[in-house]
């Protein structure tokens, strides 16, 4: 088992930064994939980023070149720096973790443990 809780959501005016941190707990030491989606209303849950082995990383095409994924596998935690963010980056961010060794990092039916979401909200 896999615990993970986001943290680091609020409130941004566009073109603002936020940081998002994802805290693991529990069987950490089989992760494969961890991974950033994120859900707006009436919307279906979107991918942003993946982080898999050391310097490996993949980013959905909307939020390339201003987002980034990082992981610290020492303390157990994994960062999504956004910048530049826009209204439409607004939706509930989610931490996702996978211990299968292979599939599409894109794909949520990848990921075995899901956080349960924070809210991000691109607004002047």
């Known amino acids: 088992q896999v615990q993970l809780v986001e943290s680091g959501g609020g409130v941004v005016q566009p073109g603002g930064s936020l940081k998002l941190s994802c805290a693991a707990s529990?069987?950490?030491?089989?992760?494969?994939?961890m991974g950033w989606f994120r859900q707006a209303p009436g919307k279906e849950r979107e991918f942003v980023a993946a982080?898999?082995?050391?310097?490996?990383?993949d980013y959905g095409e909307s939020v390339k070149g201003r987002f980034t994924i990082s992981r610290d596998r020492a303390a157990n935690m994994m960062y999504l720096q956004m910048n530049i963010l826009k209204p439409e980056d607004t939706a509930v961010y989610y931490c996702a973790a996978s211990l299968k060794y292979f599939g599409s990092w894109s794909r949520t039916g990848l990921y075995d443990y899901w956080g349960s979401g924070t809210q991000v909200t691109v607004s002047a």
């Open positions: 982080t898999w082995s050391v310097g490996s990383s």
């Open positions: 529990g069987q950490t030491f089989d992760i494969q994939y």
